[in-house]
T-cell receptor, first 119, second 114 residues
Framework: EAGVVQSPRYKIIEKKQPVAFWCNPI?????LYWYRQNLGQGPELLIR????????DSQLPKDRFSAERLKGVDSTLKIQPAELGDSAVYLC?????????????????FGPGTRLLVL | AQSVTQPDIHITVSEGASLELRCNYS??????LFWYVQSPGQGLQLLLK??????LVQGIKGFEAEFKRSQSSFNLRKPSVHWSDAAEYFC????????????FGPGTSLSVIP
């Protein structure tokens, strides 16, 4: 079974430039998460989707960050314009649908992440 | 809201020695608990999880964790560490409803001395 796919793996941009990250979740997973992981810290949730709906975007800095999951499968996270403080690893994770089998509800499967460096 | 603490920022052990990584959580009800491992440049891999039932949970790679409600802890253990276990370990707490998020601890970095 293929895992969560993310691209690109690395990205270096200058501040004020736009950047986009792409994620393809595990087949059949309805829930998709975007996290930001700063150096030496645990992941912090940016946004969670259930199918096409963003059910939790309370931690997403909406002035510069946007995300979409138009067909309920793959997703794109965008930053425009990027700032120096946005340098981090952006992780995508997917999980089984809420209300599914007990034990699958909260297990998230992570992609390898996109390492962003803003200069 | 739930929270997670991992008191040890960094731990060094000798290969073959036993390991215990500490995790304490705060949550109003019985939580879902997880341990993830992250190797350098990689995403997070699930080691084990606790949802209910037996408080001693077995995971992959020879790891186990024990849920202690009275201590609000979910410590990770391994009887004999291998050099390949050197990585960052994250404890996480989730909720029983779809309205709560999974919160990750700050992580414990494990170094293994040959």
């Amino acid at each position: 079974e293929a895992g969560v796919v993310q691209s690109p793996r690395y990205k270096i941009i200058e501040k004020k430039q736009p950047v986009a990250f792409w994620c393809n979740p595990i087949s059949g997973h309805n829930t998709l998460y975007w996290y930001r992981q700063n150096l030496g810290q645990g992941p912090e949730l940016l946004i969670r989707y259930e199918n096409e709906e963003a059910v939790d975007d309370s931690q997403l800095p909406k002035d510069r960050f946007s995300a979409e999951r138009l067909k309920g499968v793959d997703s794109t996270l965008k930053i425009q314009p990027a700032e120096l403080g946005d340098s981090a690893v952006y992780l995508c994770a997917s999980g089984a649908e809420w209300g599914g089998l007990a034990g699958d509800q909260e297990t998230q499967y992570f992609g390898p992440g996109t390492r962003l460096l803003v200069l | 809201a739930q929270s997670v603490t991992q008191p040890d920022i960094h731990i060094t052990v000798s290969e073959g020695a036993s390991l215990e990584l500490r995790c304490n959580y705060s949550y109003g009800a019985t939580p879902y608990l997880f341990w993830y491992v992250q190797s350098p440049g990689q995403g997070l891999q699930l080691l084990l999880k606790y949802f209910s039932g037996d408080t001693l949970v077995q995971g992959i790679k020879g790891f186990e964790a024990e849920f202690k409600r009275s201590q609000s802890s979910f410590n990770l253990r391994k009887p004999s560490v291998h050099w390949s276990d050197a990585a960052e370990y994250f404890c996480a707490v989730g909720a029983k409803t779809s309205y709560d998020k999974v919160i990750f601890g700050p992580g414990t970095s494990l170094s293994v001395i040959p």
